[in-house]
């Protein structure tokens, strides 16, 4: 994290995917179940982690070597995410995550979840980790007519439910998505380093800040 840090926030927002949930493991059980189907090669998890950010449709294109304007993409999305629906509810948050909600509840910080994730999946995360007593609010892609980051509107949607300036609001993410998203809503971005990109391929963040684990974003209150 950068030094000279001195302003505090009283919003915390964060992304799901590899930021606060780790997710990648189950990514990697689905694609490879639908590449066995198709007898094709199996992918390695750290070329599916670096892409589990991405979203569903990287995996694809990881996985079998096509675009969005292939006519088989989206039945192999669709595949993907049948095959997620059988082990997604197995992921656990990222080492000291439950630490750090503990410290909101104490300290009475309002904080929620903005991802691209469909809600499909992201509420049923949300209720199982008993997150939905905890948090503020859980915005997805479906609350904004499926608008998803970099576009800022979950994050501008997110600061209207609760009613906050921006200037007060910060958002953890760990993809360029998440930081374009923070910057075009006038959010303060947060990168986590801990997260699913490779070192090499860090984003700029001049704007923002960067943590190399979830605890550092208490020195934010």
């Known amino acids: 994290m950068q030094k000279n840090q001195n302003k ?12 606060l949930l780790d997710t990648a493991r189950e990514f990697h059980t689905a694609l490879n179940e639908i590449l066995d189907k198709e007898k094709r090669p199996h992918q390695s998890f750290d070329n599916v982690r670096e892409k589990v950010s991405d979203g569903a449709g990287a995996l694809v294109s990881l996985g079998f070597d096509i675009n969005e304007q292939n006519v088989d993409f989206e039945n192999k999305r669709n595949d993907l995410l049948k095959a ?3 082990v997604y509810l197995n992921s656990e948050p990222f080492n000291g995550v439950e630490e750090v909600i503990s410290s909101f509840e104490e ?6 979840i903005v991802t691209n994730k469909p809600r499909v ?3 049923q995360i949300f209720k199982s980790l008993g997150w939905d007593k905890k948090a503020k609010l859980l915005v997805c892609p479906d609350d904004v007519e499926n608008l998803r980051k970099p576009n800022p509107a979950t994050l501008l949607l997110a600061l209207k ?4 300036d921006a200037s007060s609001a910060l958002y953890v993410g760990d993809n360029w998505r998440d930081l374009e ?7 303060t971005p947060i990168f986590a380093e801990y997260g699913y990109v490779n070192p090499e391929n ?4 001049e704007n923002g800040y960067n943590i190399k684990c ?4 208490l020195s934010f209150i």
């Open 121 to 123: 999946f992201s509420e």
């Open 161 to 164: 439910r609760l009613k906050y």
């Open 8 to 19: 505090k926030y009283t919003l915390f927002l964060f992304d799901l995917d590899g930021t």
């Open 181 to 187: 998203a923070a910057k075009n809503s006038k959010i």
């Open 214 to 217: 979830i605890r550092e974003i």
């Open 202 to 205: 860090f984003p700029s963040n």
């Open 107 to 112: 300290k009475n910080i309002d904080w929620g």
């Open 84 to 86: 997620y629906e059988k």
